[in-house]
């Protein structure tokens, strides 16, 4: 069942380092998976997105693997930056037109 | 990349009484949803909505929420007797320009006291 008061996962990195931030993902049949940025006060934003048919896709500074024998999604951010720190969110949909389903959150605090 | 506008930013209400949580989507789409997050916890799905249908629903989505779209462009999310637990951000979302994720609007905050 849920947890109340739920805690986030907090990983701090130091600004310039590489960041990877990791994902469990619960459903086999999910065939597309998304990367959500979140800062304070504001709604998810979407960072990068990866088919189950790849493997890696790369974007500017990002990169998200998929390992879908062991279900695990991370997300890699390079060179890391203070305007990186949100909580970020992985999310998975069953098809293109699915809804999206979040995962938990991971608080990420970029030290300068 | 194009908004969603959400309105009130924030709502405060008194234990039941209605509110209702306006968003105004990106031109030309069929297909809106609505998300809630309760401070400090995951983003959880509500319901969504086709074709001025509700497609899918969630086990939160009970009675006392009622989605609708009055005029054609504004969406709606209706809460009829607020509860405590119902303070949360509500967000609601179109599909993604460029992508199959979504464009999530900045969310109205709603505190029940």
């Known amino acids: 069942g849920e947890s109340v008061g739920l805690h986030l996962p907090t990983l701090s990195v130091q600004e310039g380092d590489n960041s990877i931030i990791n994902c469990a993902y619960s459903?086999?049949?999910?065939?597309?998976f998304i990367w959500y940025k979140q800062e304070s006060g504001k709604g998810p934003q979407f960072i990068i997105d990866i088919r189950s048919n790849m493997d890696k896709r790369q974007g500017q500074r990002v990169t998200v693997l998929l390992n879908k024998t062991v279900k695990h999604l991370s997300l890699q951010i390079a060179a890391t930056q203070p305007g990186d720190s949100a909580v970020y969110f992985c999310?998975?949909?069953?098809?293109?037109?699915?809804?999206?389903?979040f995962g938990p959150g991971t608080s990420l605090s970029v030290i300068p | 990349e194009p908004e969603v506008t959400q309105t009130p930013s924030h709502q405060v209400t008194q234990m039941g009484q209605e509110v209702i949580l306006r968003c105004v989507p990106i031109?030309?789409?069929?297909?809106f949803y609505w998300y809630r997050q309760i401070l400090g916890q995951k983003v959880e799905f509500l319901v969504s909505?086709?074709?001025?249908?509700?497609?899918?629903k969630s086990e939160i989505f009970d009675d006392q929420f009622s989605v609708e779209r009055p005029d054609g462009s504004n969406f709606t999310l209706k809460i009829r007797s607020t509860k405590l637990e119902d303070s949360a951000m509500y967000f609601c979302?179109?599909?993604?320009?460029?992508?199959?994720?979504?464009?999530f609007g900045s969310g109205t905050r709603l505190t029940v006291v």
């Open positions: 459903n086999s049949a999910s065939d597309y």
């Open positions: 909505f086709y074709n001025n249908e509700i497609s899918e």
């Open positions: 999310a998975e949909k069953e098809t293109s037109y699915d809804k999206v389903i």
């Open positions: 031109s030309n789409h069929l297909y």
């Open positions: 979302a179109n599909p993604g320009h460029l992508n199959y994720g979504y464009t």
